[in-house]
């Protein structure tokens, strides 16, 4: 095996490097958690003035995987806010892929340059895991489509320009095959964005859908081949978007405050902090492979499932004893005198439960795991 | 260079061979029958013959010239079939041994993992029971030492060849200062961690096959959730500990001054790798020998099923090192400095 970047993607790393240091700072942290959205529009334009975002994208420009994990894997371990970037990228990638000429030509330069952000409308208030099962409907009339519904979890949407959307568009076919995927802009008429606040500073939405009508140039994929979309975007994800390694950016926060708090020589510390950094290396090794599968033309789908339940559950296990072992200055909060790690230690203990819950739960990963990867029967 | 985390092709033949090799060989009633001592000196005759002893030293030592990255593959196949030959043990102490009685495998050579006392005795040394040539620490040297093996030692846990050995009786030679055995021990922990991603492997794959096998309500007991998601755990650290053990050996053989940056999550220091995937795959296999042997229910109890044997030396090879929290802390050491005073 080859673990050594090629000399290009040590270039880009660098690159993605120089940047962070320019855009990702202290307050740009501190403003994602005091507005609670966890994007940097300045550093999505830099990004996109240097045509990084274009040549990361799947099916753009370069699009090797391998860079895409370095990209997010850098942003990640800095603490950057890329939330909004993972989910446009990911978009842009599949209006490539699927798109129309048109869809194309209007959507994704408006994502590539750092520009607009796209918000993802997928679970419902009823459906979570189980998206299939999804109620908002789209009905033709005429030449248009008439949307009516709600949805939850719409992260980011009322920054976002453009809205992906899964509809149910029949009734009659198995669950699987009714759905319809949408893409249009946020600000067509009948689109409500009300807020929910979460444990882990970043607002989330509830969107409500009350006659939005869209013509054909919104159906993004085939009509009733909205599952079909659903998966390429998925397969797209790849696991290599970030989400495996928060731990990184947490064990150096609570190193800085226990080094400088005359506590980090205690031996169970040490050797907690030192496992912590395996599962880091590991998490980190597990993700770089779903890239290398990806560029070497697979579709590193399981090994997603595999990577999410490992990287999720270590970075839990952080968060747990750095916590534990700062004891009361690991529950003050950002900017109180004295808080362990400026605030994080706290912050990562309120952040780190939804890692387990979206983007597939760690049961439906294992779920997934059981069946495909060993072969045992289905459960349910 | 770049990213590249299949197998060589050649690798993929090496796998295949030991693979194939081993299960001929050294199906599990090898190991059973080698129980307590832990050696089988026929299936040693028989790994000489594939050129395995010698198979990591230089071409020009009448080696085979193998990388880490091969020694690696092979040790996985030992772990699998958890074969009894001290091929691990041999092969680490051939990382600086070039003897030809020792390279063409007439001779097994061990690693005292654990430095001598102030009386020059090894404690428990691994394959100590039946090695003639014994490589460790003895004060501030590197000494390597030759004497009659003597083919017997504790019974233990996991019926390993252990025995205590004498780093000043016998012939002995000083190959150096203390710090040339850091190579010997890195090859230990590396081809040992190698060895525990094996056992893991297998006893995933017994457990899976159980499961699929047993009936309990009417229905294979693999079909059951709870029991699901317990062992879909095991993939995942079979997985990454060999991504971390392979890492390790494209380190120790490619990287010179490697980084251990943890803060930003760079190790590519091969010394620190390997020590690391020692712990995490350590882990993993017992993980996945409890595991296993729980789902067998009762069976898993009992001394006729196989799982028993890779639950105890999952413990076994790994616990031979030292307690877990001070091979952690060496780590810690390693990765932060050590602590002053």
């Known amino acids: 095996m080859d673990f050594a970047l090629s000399s290009d993607v040590v270039e880009f790393r660098d690159e993605i490097r120089s940047i962070i240091r320019e855009f990702v700072t202290p307050e740009i942290a501190d403003r994602m958690h005091t507005t609670g959205v966890f994007d940097a529009p300045e550093l999505n334009l830099e990004l996109g003035r240097r045509g ?43 209006v490539n892929k699927l798109g129309t000429d048109e869809q194309k030509e209007r959507i994704i330069p408006s994502i590539i340059s750092g520009e607009a952000l796209v918000c993802m409308g997928y679970s419902e208030a009823d459906f979570g895991s189980d998206l299939a099962s999804i109620k908002t409907r789209a009905v033709k009339d005429g030449d248009e489509w008439v949307i009516n519904g709600s949805k939850m979890w719409t992260t980011l949407a009322q920054v976002a320009e453009w809205l992906i959307l899964l509809t149910r568009t029949d009734l009659d076919l198995p669950k699987h095959k009714g759905l319809t995927m949408f893409m249009l802009p946020m600000n067509t008429p009948g689109i409500t964005v009300e807020p929910v606040h979460t444990l882990g500073t970043e607002i989330t939405n509830a969107t409500w859908y009350d006659d939005v009508r869209v013509g054909d140039e919104a159906v993004l994929g085939d009509e009733n081949g909205g599952w079909r979309t659903m998966t390429t975007v998925l397969a797209f994800e790849r696991g290599v978007m970030g989400g495996t390694n928060a731990g990184v950016p947490l064990l150096r926060h609570f190193h800085e405050w226990a080094v400088a708090n005359g506590v980090f020589d205690e031996p169970t510390t040490r050797e907690r902090m030192a496992r912590s950094i395996i599962d880091m290396q590991v998490a980190t090794l597990l993700t770089m492979r779903s890239a290398w599968i990806a560029a070497s033309g697979g579709m ?66 294992r779920n997934n795991i059981a069946e495909r990867h060993l072969g045992l029967p289905k459960s349910r | 260079m770049s990213v590249d985390l299949g197998l060589s092709p050649d690798q993929e033949s090496i796998a295949e061979l030991f693979n194939g090799f081993f299960s001929n060989e050294a199906p599990p009633a090898v190991a059973r029958a080698a129980e307590p001592l832990g050696f089988d000196r026929e299936l040693w005759n028989k790994v000489i013959e594939l050129g395995a002893p010698g198979m990591g030293c230089a071409v020009e ?54 430095p001598a006392d102030a009386n020059g005795h090894w404690s428990l040394v691994p394959a100590g029971a039946v090695a003639d040539v014994v490589i460790g620490v003895d004060g501030d040297e590197t000494v390597v030492v030759r004497s009659t093996p003597p083919m017997s030692g504790p019974r233990n846990h996991g019926s390993m060849p252990l025995a205590d050995r004498s780093a000043r009786e016998g012939t002995r030679t000083v190959l150096g200062p203390a710090s040339l055995f850091e190579v010997v021990l890195d090859r230990w922990k590396l081809l040992t961690a190698a060895a525990l991603v094996g056992i893991a492997e297998t006893a995933k794959e017994l457990g899976v096959a159980y499961v699929k096998e047993r009936e309990q309500f009417g229905v294979p007991v693999g079909s059951f959730q709870a029991v699901q998601h317990g062992l879909a755990d095991l993939p995942v650290a079979i997985d990454g500990g060999r991504l971390l053990t392979h890492k390790a050996a494209w380190a120790l053989d490619n990287v010179t001054d490697g980084l251990i940056d943890w803060a930003n999550n760079e190790i590519t220091d091969g010394s620190t790798l ?68």
């Not at chain 1, 605030?343 to 439906?364: K, L, N």
């Not at chain 2, 009448?62 to 040790?75: C, I, K």
Request: charged share 20%.
């Open chain 2, 61 to 114: 030592n009448g080696g085979g010239g193998a990388s880490l990255g091969d020694l690696v593959v092979v040790a996985e196949t030992v772990g699998r079939s958890i074969a009894p030959i001290p091929l691990i043990d041999h092969l680490a102490a051939l990382s600086v041994l070039t003897d030809a009685d020792l390279v063409a495998g007439e001779a097994i050579a061990a690693v005292a993992v654990r």
């Open chain 1, 300 to 365: 590193p789908g399981l090994e997603g499932s595999m990577t999410k339940v490992f990287a999720v559950e270590a970075y839990q296990r952080a968060s747990r004893w750095t916590q534990a072992a700062a004891g009361p200055a690991g529950l003050l909060q950002f900017h109180e005198e004295g808080a362990a790690g400026e605030g994080f230690i706290e912050y990562d203990a309120r952040h780190s439960p939804v890692m387990s819950i979206y983007g597939g739960t760690t049961e439906i990963n």
């Open chain 2, 274 to 341: 390997a020590t690391m995937a020692f712990l995490f795959a350590a882990d993993g296999a017992v993980m996945a020998t409890d595991r296993s042997l729980h789902y067998h229910g009762g069976y898993g109890f009992a001394e006729e099923y196989d799982i028993q044997m890779y639950y105890r030396r999952a413990r076994g090879w790994s616990l031979i090192l030292g307690d877990s929290t001070s091979v952690g802390l060496s780590l810690a050491d390693r990765l932060f400095g050590t602590v002053e005073g």
């Open chain 1, 52 to 94: 990084i975002l274009e040549r990361a994208c799947p099916g753009l420009g370069k699009g090797d995987p391998i860079e895409m994990y370095v990209m997010f894997n850098e942003l990640e371990k800095a603490g950057a806010p890329y939330d909004g970037l993972a989910v446009a990228l990911m978009i842009a990638a599949v």
